[in-house]
């Protein structure tokens, strides 16, 4: 583990972020203006390591399972949505399931991922809404990627997020969320107010402390 600092910019909103926890020999800190909790840049794994880390997750579209989990954020698709309108699967990964569960149901959504389908392309359209499934905790610039899919998307477009946050219930030593070495940022509520104020999104809604909804 490096020398551990007092304190870090945090790398959503730019704040001082003070020393919170070490855990698992990765040092973590807390904003103080945004609430989120942010593990060490210095503790980063190296870009190869991440794509490896994501290539033995075991995302098989046609798992139950697997379905089953990313039911919250397709079904929120499809209670707000139509097939009319077009969306993007962003940091879709190896298995895209909710693009093929939305697909099925006739959806007109495409796939971006940095890693595994990275068509430059399609950053160049706008859309009437994203998902974005379990990706937001990976961002290593979580206000420049919020930035970018803000821009990516249609006046009234919807971004739908899921991922856990943190709040102060939250037991980070039992917490297995934080175990991932490729997960860097845990977004508080507070966060989500602030990038919605900050990037001019007209409301926020947060359900079960991990399915986000931003509304421009």
Not at 95 to 101: E, K, N
Not at 152 to 181: H, I, P, V
Request: charged share 30%; hydrophobic share 30%; glycine share 4%.
């Amino acid at each position: 583990m490096h020398r551990l600092k007092s304190q870090i910019n945090c790398t959503l909103c730019g704040a001082e972020a003070y020393f919170f926890r070490a855990a698992r020999q990765r040092r973590y800190y807390q904003c103080n203006r945004c609430r989120s909790v942010l593990l060490d840049p210095d503790d980063y794994v190296s870009l190869q390591e991440e794509k490896e880390r994501y290539e033995k997750h075991n995302n098989d579209v046609h798992d139950p399972r697997y379905q089953r989990f990313v039911l919250p954020i397709v079904e929120q698709v499809l209670n707000n949505q139509t097939t009319t309108e077009k969306g993007l699967d962003y940091g879709a990964g190896t298995g895209p399931v909710i693009t093929r569960l939305l697909r099925d149901r006739h959806y007109h959504i495409l796939t971006y991922d940095p890693f595994f389908d990275n068509d430059p392309d399609l950053l160049e359209s706008t859309y009437d809404y994203i998902v974005c499934n379990e990706v937001a905790e990976h961002f290593h610039h979580p206000f420049e990627e919020f930035h970018r899919l803000y821009h990516l998307l249609n006046a009234r477009g919807k971004l739908y997020c899921m991922t856990q946050l943190y709040d102060e219930r939250t037991d980070f030593e039992q917490w297995n969320y934080k175990n991932d070495e490729t997960h860097v940022i845990f977004y508080h509520a507070k966060a989500l107010e602030w990038i919605r104020d900050k990037l001019g999104f007209s409301t926020v809604h947060i359900k079960d402390n991990k399915l986000i909804t931003l509304q421009i």
